[in-house]
């Protein structure tokens, strides 16, 4: 449903405005009309509200464009904290087992449940890398879809495309992995490659810009779990539809391995041999970047998406923030999945991008630090997922995407420094409010056009079934671990010895 054709003024809200590569807080009246911020006035300055115009009253309250959260998996939800603190190829034994054979009704509720979560956190733009064993489905993908246009959140929808069975994405050799678990593991027909995108670019042509905030993308698992020839396939797609081709690049060393298996040579190499590489590519975590990479990704316009939690959790690795900064290569946030997190905050992450890397430069003049996480977490997400000129600011001519901050809460008083404190102080306990194109989604810190306590009722229910149902697929993946544990220590071995 559009926004309302009628006016709606914030009164005299202090406002985080963009002033060059950072923020100003400046008290503003903020003019909402047909979705879009209208104008922006200085108390005192020009004409007030019209008769019929909507006044809200703002005094008491700091505001932010709303966050962009630039990669998460929405079927995770349901699975929040079931996963253990392993290695990545480790940790996807056990979330796959806790995605198996999804019902229409768990995967629309875990997509509320993150979308809910975000809203709550101050996010209104998401991009949902979605995964659908075995292929992507048509209606689930539209479940999905309905999902967050029924909760109100801006969304870009990736559906995730693989093509190699899972036992030949890692660098598993005989000895990993012997009989019976090679036969058993990761074995099963895979959906061929044109109908993989056939299928995604169909959901693209229903739902690409349908309401002014749902998009359809393409996402490729990682290059390792694709072929080429379905990596040239949705190329050509985000080509012909201009849409995003975001993938997974490079999140663990046994993932570096693999490209050099493949290919003989690093993955962004063969990225940009495949001319895969645009402005329109997405590249998630980037931590296991070769010598010249990072030159590759700025020559070519693509983005970095850091998504610096997951990446502790799993122990992936440090990204190279300030080096990919440094290089002018443009950066997007994300919290990846609810398990792998274990949460949906991008205040939170912001958080861990301004201090993490601190550790990494010597000079303090290149820690990433706070202004710059805020400017990651709005305009950077917004560019990243093409929406620069659609949100990521409070500024005339972008969508009313906002989030109003009671000030009189423990992270914001006294208020001094309104972008340390929202970065380094805030948890979302402050969200009261939030907009996404001019509508309100969020009021009282809570949402406005569904009931939360019946999803959580429900999402508590389904989670604990799943957890019981699936307990010999849970099983069976424990039991693969050990071949994973000895390719690891492969790994190691090699590494020690260059």
């Not at 036992?167 to 959906?191: C, F, H, K, S, V």
């Not at 810009?209 to 040239?232: K, N, V, W």
């Not at 508590?460 to 993946?477: I, K």
Request: with cysteine.
């Amino acid at each position: 449903m559009a926004p309302a054709a009628s006016t709606t003024w914030l009164m005299n809200g202090l406002c985080l405005l963009p002033e060059g590569e950072g923020h100003k807080a400046a008290p503003r009246h903020i003019v909402i009309r047909e979705g879009r911020i209208d104008a922006i006035v200085a108390p005192g300055a020009g004409e007030g509200p019209s008769p019929g115009d909507e006044v809200i009253r703002a005094d008491e309250f700091l505001i932010l464009p709303g966050l962009v959260n630039a990669h998460t998996h929405s079927p995770d939800n349901l699975i929040r904290g079931s996963t253990p603190n392993l290695p990545l190829e480790l940790w996807s034994l056990h979330s796959a087992a806790g995605r198996e054979a999804r019902s229409t009704r768990e995967i629309r509720i875990a997509a509320l449940l993150g979308a809910i979560e975000m809203l709550h956190t101050g996010t209104t733009t998401v991009l949902d890398h979605i995964r659908f064993s075995p292929a992507p489905d048509p209606v689930h993908l539209d479940v999905v879809a309905e999902a967050y246009r029924e909760v109100g959140i801006r969304a870009v929808i990736a559906p995730i495309v693989a093509d190699r069975p899972v036992i030949e994405t890692m660098p598993l050799d005989a000895a990993d992995l012997p009989e019976p678990e090679a036969n058993a593991y990761g074995q099963g027909t895979m959906m061929p490659a044109g109908e993989q995108v056939g299928l995604v670019e169909d959901f693209i042509s229903r739902w690409h810009g349908r309401d002014d905030r749902i998009y359809g993308a393409i996402g490729p698992s990682g290059p390792q779990r694709c072929t080429d020839a379905l990596l040239e396939l949705a190329g050509d797609l985000s080509r012909r539809r201009d849409v995003l081709f975001h993938t997974h690049v490079l999140e663990t060393r046994a993932q570096r391995e693999m490209g050099h298996r493949l290919y003989g040579c690093g993955i962004i190499r063969h990225l940009k041999e495949l001319q895969l590489l645009s402005s329109r590519a997405n590249l998630v975590h980037a931590i296991w970047l070769e010598e010249n990479d990072l030159d590759t990704i700025a020559e070519s316009g693509a983005a970095v998406v850091h998504n610096p939690v997951s990446n502790a959790k799993l122990g992936s690795g440090l990204c190279r923030l300030p080096e990919l900064l440094g290089k002018g290569i443009r950066i997007a946030l994300g919290t990846d999945s609810a398990c792998c997190n274990d949460s949906n905050n991008l205040l939170e992450t912001a958080k861990w991008a301004a201090l993490l890397h601190n550790v990494e430069s010597s000079k303090h003049q290149d820690w990433v630090g706070p202004e710059r996480a805020l400017v990651l977490a709005t305009r950077g997400g917004a560019g990243a997922l093409g929406l620069g000129q659609t949100t990521g600011a409070i500024a005339t001519g972008l969508a009313a995407d906002l989030t109003l901050f009671r000030r009189q809460s423990p992270s914001l008083v006294p208020l001094l420094d309104p972008v340390r404190q929202i970065v380094q102080c805030e948890s979302g306990a402050a969200v009261d409010t939030v907009f996404v194109n001019g509508r309100i989604v969020l009021r009282g810190g809570r949402c406005t056009l569904l009931d939360e306590a019946e999803v959580w009722r429900e999402a508590q229910d389904l989670a604990e079934r799943r957890l019981s149902r699936n307990a010999e697929v849970y099983a069976s993946a424990a039991r693969l671990s050990s071949a994973i544990e000895r390719m690891y220590a492969r790994i190691d071995r090699q590494a020690g010895t260059r």
